[in-house]
């Protein structure tokens, strides 16, 4: 199973606090030194939407290991593309929400222009040798117009392969998604694309971000969005809560059996990390139980 770490990304933008680009090299290359093998780093979009990436241009071509992690950058529009280009980005996501309304509170566009958008991005991207992938946002449920269905979210999924995307992440960005419906929805778009083209990302605002990566897995997903501690939310999609945390997804897949190639113990010192730099209690709901089960190896350690 792949993890792409996203903490850096859709973890830090909704922050209230401004982390500077060393921490954020810090914290990624505490991921790195865990095991992670692919980074969503940054997002090139307007500093006046998102402050907190401000620093994309600096950031990335700062990044280490580029040989051995596949480092990513979400942007919103050509504009962001070349940026991307010039500060040596390989892998970008350009960000398709499945409704009109959330597209016009995340990126001021309608869904008919950000689709467009998307379009053109990727084509331009591919056309550069940079591979290109694409989030279909609140692909589950949208705050503002509700339920989404399945046939739309496969329409505007099949528009992004057309363009030359080569993945698609089906993203449930308010974390409204249960199980059934990711069963649903997942085992439509694994028939029409395959799996191996395909990734999930969800949110943990309901608790069902374990529940719903199982599910998708049964479908046949192996790449995951995760972010670590679960920190993340988006900033125009209220009610977005935090992303399923790396250290319980990696918990979840390595207990039954899938190799993630992450070394928990260096996750949790990023886990830690995430929380010092934020200022805020990070942890997935694994945090607890594995700091217990160190307290008491420590324990035996000293009783032995
Ligand atoms: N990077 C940096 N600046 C950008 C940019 C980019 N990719 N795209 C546009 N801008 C700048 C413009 O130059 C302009 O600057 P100015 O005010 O100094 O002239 C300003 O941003 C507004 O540009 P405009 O084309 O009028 O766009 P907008 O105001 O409609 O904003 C987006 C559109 C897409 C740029 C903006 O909504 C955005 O960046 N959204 C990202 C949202 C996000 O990150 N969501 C979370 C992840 S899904
Ligand atoms: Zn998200």
Same mark, same amino acid.
């Given at each position: 199973?792949?993890?792409?770490?996203?903490?850096?990304?859709?973890?830090?933008?909704?922050?209230?606090?401004?982390?500077?680009?060393?921490?954020?090299?810090?914290?990624?290359?505490?991921?790195?030194?865990?095991?992670?093998?692919?980074?969503?780093?940054?997002?090139?979009?307007?500093?006046?939407?998102?402050?907190?990436?401000?620093?994309?241009?600096?950031?990335?071509?700062?990044?280490?290991?580029?040989?051995?992690?596949?480092?990513?950058?979400?942007?919103?529009?050509?504009?962001?593309?070349?940026?991307?280009?010039?500060?040596?980005?390989?892998?970008?996501?350009?960000?398709?929400?499945?409704?009109?309304?959330?597209?016009?509170?995340?990126?001021?566009?309608?869904?008919?222009?950000?689709?467009?958008?998307?379009?053109?991005?990727?084509?331009?991207?591919?056309?550069?040798?940079?591979?290109?992938?694409?989030?279909?946002?609140?692909?589950?449920?949208?705050?503002?117009?509700?339920?989404?269905?399945?046939?739309?979210?496969?329409?505007?999924?099949?528009?992004?392969?057309?363009?030359?995307?080569?993945?698609?992440?089906?993203?449930?960005?308010?974390?409204?998604?249960?199980?059934?419906?990711?069963?649903?929805? !997942? $085992?439509?778009? =694994? +028939?029409?694309? %395959? /799996?191996?083209?395909?990734? @999930?990302?969800?949110?943990? #605002?309901?608790?069902?971000?374990?529940?719903?990566?199982?599910?998708?897995?049964?479908?046949?997903?192996?790449?995951?969005?995760?972010?670590?501690?679960?920190?993340?939310?988006?900033?125009?999609?209220?009610?977005?809560?935090?992303?399923?945390?790396?250290?319980?997804?990696?918990?979840?897949?390595?207990?039954?059996?899938?190799?993630?190639?992450?070394?928990?113990?260096? !996750? $949790?010192?990023? =886990? +830690?990390?995430? %929380? /010092?730099?934020?200022?805020? @209690?990070?942890?997935?709901? #694994?945090?607890?139980?594995?700091?217990?089960?160190?307290?008491?190896?420590?324990?035996?350690?000293?009783?032995?």
């Amino acid at each position: 199973v792949l993890i792409n770490e996203v903490g850096a990304r859709d973890g830090l933008q909704n922050q209230p606090v401004q982390v500077s680009c060393d921490d954020k090299l810090r914290l990624i290359e505490a991921l790195a030194a865990a095991g992670v093998r692919a980074i969503e780093a940054t997002s090139f979009v307007s500093p006046k939407a998102v402050p907190q990436m401000a620093d994309a241009d600096h950031l990335f071509p700062r990044l280490a290991h580029p040989d051995r992690i596949a480092y990513s950058a979400l942007v919103p529009n050509r504009r962001g593309l070349e940026r991307a280009r010039a500060a040596g980005v390989k892998e970008i996501a350009v960000v398709l929400s499945a409704t009109d309304t959330m597209n016009r509170r995340n990126i001021n566009m309608s869904l008919d222009e950000a689709q467009a958008m998307c379009v053109d991005t990727v084509r331009a991207a591919v056309a550069d040798g940079v591979r290109a992938k694409a989030y279909v946002a609140v692909a589950f449920e949208c705050p503002f117009e509700g339920a989404v269905a399945p046939a739309r979210v496969l329409a505007l999924s099949e528009s992004m392969f057309a363009a030359g995307a080569q993945e698609v992440v089906i993203a449930d960005t308010i974390g409204a998604a249960a199980p059934a419906a990711v069963t649903r929805l !997942l $085992r439509e778009c =694994v +028939a029409h694309f %395959g /799996a191996a083209r395909l990734s @999930a990302h969800f949110h943990d #605002t309901r608790a069902m971000a374990m529940a719903n990566a199982w599910a998708a897995l049964e479908q046949g997903i192996r790449k995951f969005d995760a972010s670590v501690g679960g920190l993340g939310g988006c900033p125009f999609a209220p009610g977005a809560a935090g992303n399923a945390a790396t250290e319980d997804l990696v918990v979840l897949f390595e207990q039954c059996g899938y190799d993630t190639g992450v070394d928990l113990d260096r !996750l $949790r010192q990023a =886990v +830690a990390l995430a %929380g /010092a730099l934020t200022g805020r @209690a990070v942890g997935g709901r #694994t945090t607890t139980w594995l700091q217990a089960g160190e307290e008491k190896q420590a324990r035996q350690a000293h009783t032995a």
